[in-house]
């Protein structure tokens, strides 16, 4: 396989020999290093590489140059290989310039000049950007493969399965593209079988679900221990901070998700207003980086997995696995978050996984190429959506029952769909009807001020509506308000059950359920803030919490 290359461009010889130097000390062994004194003379040689189909990852590129600004040659090498990272190195005096191209051209970080020691000032930044240049990069014919039709619920279950869980991999749709029926022909496959996945050793499986390709991919782990200090449930952000914490003070800590890590936030496109990364971060990046953090400290993580019962016995905690596992602790931090709630409109259940989405933009939206593409939902979920889908779609249409976006929506997230040309809002509107054969083709809209109905062509409809708890799952006690939101803290005091299901002397804890010991954070409990830095914030204070817990056991 060809390596990857990265490319150094500075006008000074100088500055260009170390630059060189301290790129090919650490990145030599994977990727191929080039150099050159000229922008141009760079922006000649992307061309040539294009046509032999090398591949780029990074663009480390000088600010000050006499041929051309640093932001204008990045500029444009992005036109030429637009999935490359690219790093301006600035002077002290011209981070203003670097600041701005971050927002104006998406620049992906900047350098201060000197970087010495690279070691702690270069390598830390330029390895983070070549790891998440890796994650989405798959290299012609290498990886997983998916091959099935654009409109089949299984297909969608697999692709969304595989993208949550941070696996690469290629989408060959059956009616249109030649490398999947060579597979097929190949490996004797009849097109009635479909969804196939096709893994790196050549094996396959036909038709597979999800337990399946865990298994085949090692998710499923075998617990360490036989007793935990403290089981997370859901990887959110609330439980990836909860296991980052839980992991780096010494708990035997053990991480528990239904289907992929990041929750909602994790099939966000953009999250830009998280702090410290001021170009943004998709959830899936933020998901990745969690992982990365709590196994190295020691933390065990089971996907697909779910909890199907609590059982309090003494001080501790018995939790029943669907597989019918059973995991001993002496506490738990319930983190499970939310889940988009249905749209419950005439047709739209007949077509879920076959041009209806919940969430989801990130996995389909290549599917969405020159479509007319509908968004319900007025948040910041539906926004970030909408304008990933904008990248794909030949229109986005957003459905909001309300006059405007205002109040429901960041204004960083209304602006960019303003100057969105080809996102559309459509007011005062609702669904009331999903049309199709085999799969969605049309949505009869209301208008909610007139009454008047009209029936719009729709190749795929988005949601992101509503917030449901995931917390049917709970048998026990645990006190929850109307909406199936989790109580905690000195919110329990309004019930009276309280009292009778209580057994300590002390109140509870701020974060602590009505049942000693379990804890609740981020979504799932009531009252929260729904924002991914509260959600981690709260999974961080619960692993305090639990720590008092423990000490009194």
Known sequence: ?????????????????????????????EYKIMSTDSAQEALNALKDLKQKNETVALFVSDQRMPEMLGVDYLTEAKTIFPNAKRVLLTAYSD?????????????????????????????PILNDLLEDWQMKYIPEFDGIRVIGYQFSPKSHEIKDFLSGNLYPYQWYDLESHERARELMELNALEPKDAPFIFFEDGSFLTDPTTREIADKLGLSLQT???????????????????AVYGGSEGLKTLLIE?????????????????????????????????????????VDF????????????????????????????????????????????????????AGVYYGAATTEANGCRDREVYVVGGGNSAGQGAMYLSQFAKNVYILVRKPDLSATMSQY????????????????????????????????????????SRTVPADAL??????????????????????????????????????????KQREPFMLETCLPGVFAAGDVRASAMNRVASAVGEGAMAISFVHKYLAEI
């Open 462 to 503: 988005f949601i992101f509506i509503g917030a449901k708890p995931y917390t049917e799952w709970i048998q026990t006690d645990m006190l929850k308000d109307e909406r199936g939101f989790i109580e905690t803290g000195r919110g329990l005091m309004q019930y009276p059950s309280f009292k009778k299901v209580w057994k």
């Open 302 to 353: 089971m996907s697909p997995e779910e909890v199907v019962n609590i059982e309090i016995k003494d001080n501790y905690k018995i939790l029943t696995l669907g597989n019918g596992k059973v995991i001993n602790t002496k506490s738990i931090v319930i983190t499970t978050g939310v889940n988009y709630r249905k749209l419950d409109t005439t047709g739209v259940g007949d077509f879920t996984g």
């Open 258 to 298: 239904k289907r992929a890590p990041g929750g909602q936030a994790g099939t966000s496109s953009r999250i830009e207003n998280y702090l410290g990364f001021p170009s943004g971060l998709s959830g899936a990046e933020l998901s990745r980086r969690a992982i990365t953090q709590a196994t190295r400290f020691g």
């Open 1 to 29: 396989m060809k390596q990857p290359i990265i490319i150094a461009v500075d006008d000074d010889p100088q500055v260009l020999r170390a630059l060189t130097r301290d790129l090919r000390t650490n990145y030599r062994k």
């Open 95 to 123: 981070t203003d310039a670097a600041i701005k191209a971050i927002n104006d051209v998406q620049l992906d970080y900047y350098l201060m000049k000197p970087w010495d020691p690279p070691e702690e000032k270069m390598y």
């Open 413 to 452: 997230l209304i602006d960019q769909i303003d100057a969105t040309p080809n996102i559309h809002l459509v007011p005062c509107s609702e669904i009331v009807e999903a049309k199709g054969e085999g799969h969605l083709q049309e949505l009869v809209i209301q208008d909610l001020n007139s009454a008047e």
């Open 224 to 242: 360490t221990h036989e007793l935990y200090d403290v089981v997370i449930i859901g990887a959110g952000p609330a439980g990836l901070s909860a």
